[in-house]
């Protein structure tokens, strides 16, 4: 089902050497066009992360923030295009590796990184990938815990084990847990 991986060094435009000199609208212009691009080429993929994004956003947000997290998908090589690094630096990319560049509240505010191994290997642990990285930022701009943990009301930590991403009580499994991307319905239970 995978589509096959191709090695995009066509050597023409893209991968030229650009001074840092785009502005920050031109970077922007840039992600969505890439991400649009990714999207199309790389369908599998960034179904893949999206699934992944989505079964976690569903566990931070309620009905009342819906839109509250935005995420375009681009491969990690054309990342240091869209958000030089600091320094001038070139960041060294793992091949197939992806970076996800994360709106929150239609701000730019956090970059994601997806190691090429997650997509490959590790696709049940994507989740808890995602989790680690989105969730301080969600409970920082909603200003309380995100998930609840139902016991004792502090955040719960995303964990992930060889069967996959899972949400848990700080004090262990055994006290409350749930997979991530089930919390509400685990609520319910
Ligand atoms: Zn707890």
Same mark, same amino acid.
């Given at each position: 089902?995978?589509? #096959?991986?191709t090695?995009?060094?066509?050597?023409a *435009?893209?991968?030229?050497?650009?001074?840092?000199? $785009?502005?920050e609208? @031109?970077?922007?212009?840039?992600?969505?066009? =890439? %991400? !649009?691009q990714?999207?199309? !080429?790389?369908?599998?993929?960034?179904?893949?992360? @999206?699934q992944?994004?989505?079964a *976690?956003?569903?566990?931070?947000? @309620?009905?009342s923030l819906?839109?509250?997290? @935005? *995420? #375009?998908?681009?491969?990690?090589?054309?990342?240091?295009?869209?958000d030089?690094p600091?320094g /001038?630096?070139?960041?060294s990319?793992?091949?197939?590796?992806?970076?996800?560049?994360?709106?929150?509240?239609?701000?730019?505010?956090?970059?994601?990184e &997806?190691? #090429?191994?997650?997509l490959?290997? =590790?696709? !049940?642990?994507?989740p808890?990938? $995602?989790?680690?990285?989105?969730?301080?930022?969600?409970?920082?701009? *909603?200003?309380?815990?995100r998930? #609840?943990?139902? $016991?004792?009301?502090?955040?719960?930590?995303? &964990?992930?084990?060889?069967s /996959?991403?899972?949400?848990?009580?700080?004090?262990?499994? %055994?006290?409350?847990?749930? %997979?991530?991307? +089930?919390?509400?319905?685990?609520? +319910?239970?």
């Open positions: 089902m995978k589509e #096959a991986e090695d995009r060094t066509d050597g *435009v893209g991968d030229r050497y650009r001074p840092a000199a $785009l502005s609208n @031109d970077r922007e212009k840039l992600v969505k066009q =890439y %991400a !649009e990714a999207k199309k !080429e790389e369908r599998a993929t960034v179904r893949l992360l @999206d992944a994004l989505e *976690v956003v569903s566990d931070l947000g @309620d009905e819906a839109n509250l997290i @935005d *995420v #375009a998908w681009i491969p990690a090589s054309r990342l240091d295009e869209v030089p600091w /001038g630096q070139s960041r990319r793992e091949q197939g590796s992806w970076a996800g560049i994360a709106y929150l509240g239609g701000r730019r505010s956090l970059l994601i &997806v190691p #090429a191994s997650y490959e290997s =590790y696709r !049940e642990q994507l808890f990938l $995602l989790a680690q990285s989105i969730q301080d930022a969600v409970i920082e701009e *909603v200003r309380e815990a998930p #609840a943990c139902p $016991l004792h009301g502090h955040p719960l930590n995303p &964990v992930a084990t060889p /996959g991403s899972f949400w848990e009580c700080p004090q262990g499994a %055994a006290t409350w847990s749930c %997979a991530i991307g +089930s919390y509400h319905q685990a609520l +319910s239970n």
